[in-house]
């Protein structure tokens, strides 16, 4: 089983029964990692943070007016060429209004075990909202390193599917607290690969 399959589900069976985690908040600010031990200690952190606000209770009676920017961070196991694991920041901007999301992942890392390291590009975000669900898309050109050690631009296609949620401290008639959610998809030219666990989170 890979990083974040391991990480999160151990840590929301611990959460169902009652426990908690003892691992350290994701840092605020642009994402940096340099080795896997860095990587996997992010990991933990954003494991543990997807928990806390997924846990929120879910707000699906979202206004009708304003707007909201959330952050948070962007996670994945991938397999396909290569097997690893990638960590990224993530913004999106909702506009009630409008029922749509607009938004960018972006500050990529990568990590097989044995390197870790930034992923050239980012991701725009584009889609949805309705009934308290967020339904996106985020596309992007990626400079991803084949196994020969060629660099090859890499287009990918994400779906992004989420759930708005309330940590308490507002109403639920006023703007959502967070998100968090679930993503698929992956590469379709250059470095091929494809995600097998994807989850995200954001707060304002």
Not at 17 to 26: A, I, K, L, Q, W
Not at 172 to 192: D, F, H, K, N, R
């Amino acid at each position: 089983m890979t990083k974040f399959w391991i990480a999160t589900t151990s840590l929301l069976a611990l959460t169902a029964c009652g426990g908690g985690s003892n691992s350290t908040p994701m840092e605020t600010g642009p994402l940096t990692i340099d080795t896997p031990t860095e990587f996997t200690d992010a990991v933990d952190s954003f494991a543990s943070e997807i928990v806390r606000v997924g846990f929120q209770t879910l707000d699906t009676t979202l206004p009708s007016t304003g707007a909201a920017v959330y952050t948070g961070a962007f996670g994945a196991d991938y397999s396909g060429d290569q097997t690893g694991s990638v960590l990224a920041d993530i913004s999106m901007s909702v506009d009630f209004l409008g029922d749509n999301v607009t938004g960018s992942i972006e500050n990529i890392f990568f990590s097989d075990g044995v390197l870790a390291g930034p992923v050239p590009g980012n991701l725009a975000i584009a889609g949805d909202t309705f009934g308290g669900d967020l339904a996106a898309t985020a596309v992007g050109t990626l400079t991803l390193t084949d196994l020969s050690g060629v660099e090859r631009p890499s287009a990918a296609n994400l779906t992004l599917t989420g759930d708005f949620h309330n940590d308490g401290t507002v109403p639920l008639t006023s703007q959502p607290t967070g998100i968090s959610g679930v993503a698929s998809g992956g590469t379709t030219s250059g470095v091929i690969l494809t995600l097998d666990t994807g989850f995200f989170y954001a707060e304002r």
